[in-house]
C-alpha cells in the first residue's frame, strides 16, 4: 500500500516536471510545428500540391533559420510529413526570400 501511495506520488511529480517543461515551441529550424504545418499544402508529396505557399507560410518562412532548412534537402524525415523536398527547398523562393547559395 505504501508502495503504491509511493508510486502515485512519483508520478504527479513526473506528470508535474513535464507541464513545466518548455515546449518545443520553435520546432523545425525556428518554425513552430503549426507554423511548419502551414507550408506543408503547398510543398506536398502529391501530385497537385497547391501551386504556391500560404501568407502564413511566408511569414513562418521570413522568420525561419533557412540553412537549416537546406540541411532537410536530403532528408527523408520530411517524408514523414507527406513533404517532397524539393518543393520545400523552393518555398523560400515563392515567398520572395532568398535561399542561401550553398542550398
Ligand atoms: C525565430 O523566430 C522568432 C519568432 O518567430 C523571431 O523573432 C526570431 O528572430 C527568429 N530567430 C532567428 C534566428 O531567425
Ligand atoms: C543528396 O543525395 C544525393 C543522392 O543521394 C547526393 O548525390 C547528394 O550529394 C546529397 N546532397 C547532400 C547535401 O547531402
Same mark, same amino acid.
Given at each position: *500500500?505504501? %508502495?503504491?501511495?509511493?508510486?502515485?506520488?512519483?508520478?504527479?511529480?513526473?506528470?508535474?516536471?513535464?507541464?513545466?517543461?518548455?515546449?518545443?515551441?520553435?520546432?523545425?529550424?525556428? *518554425?513552430?510545428?503549426?507554423?511548419? *504545418?502551414?507550408?506543408?499544402?503547398?510543398?506536398?508529396?502529391?501530385?497537385?500540391?497547391?501551386?504556391?505557399?500560404?501568407?502564413?507560410?511566408?511569414?513562418?518562412?521570413? %522568420?525561419?533559420?533557412?540553412?537549416?532548412?537546406?540541411?532537410? %534537402?536530403?532528408?527523408?524525415?520530411?517524408?514523414?510529413?507527406?513533404?517532397?523536398?524539393?518543393?520545400?527547398?523552393?518555398?523560400?523562393?515563392?515567398?520572395?526570400?532568398? *535561399?542561401?547559395?550553398?542550398?
Amino acid at each position: *500500500m505504501a %508502495k503504491a501511495a509511493a508510486l502515485a506520488v512519483l508520478l504527479l511529480v513526473a506528470a508535474a516536471l513535464l507541464a513545466v517543461a518548455p515546449a518545443p515551441a520553435r520546432a523545425v529550424c525556428n *518554425m513552430s510545428n503549426d507554423e511548419f *504545418m502551414t507550408c506543408q499544402p503547398a510543398a506536398a508529396a502529391t501530385s497537385n500540391p497547391t501551386p504556391s505557399p500560404s501568407a502564413d507560410c511566408c511569414s513562418a518562412l521570413s %522568420k525561419a533559420d533557412l540553412p537549416c532548412l537546406c540541411s532537410y %534537402k536530403n532528408s527523408t524525415w520530411l517524408n514523414l510529413y507527406n513533404i517532397d523536398p524539393k518543393r520545400a527547398m523552393q518555398l523560400p523562393t515563392k515567398c520572395g526570400l532568398t *535561399m542561401p547559395a550553398n542550398c
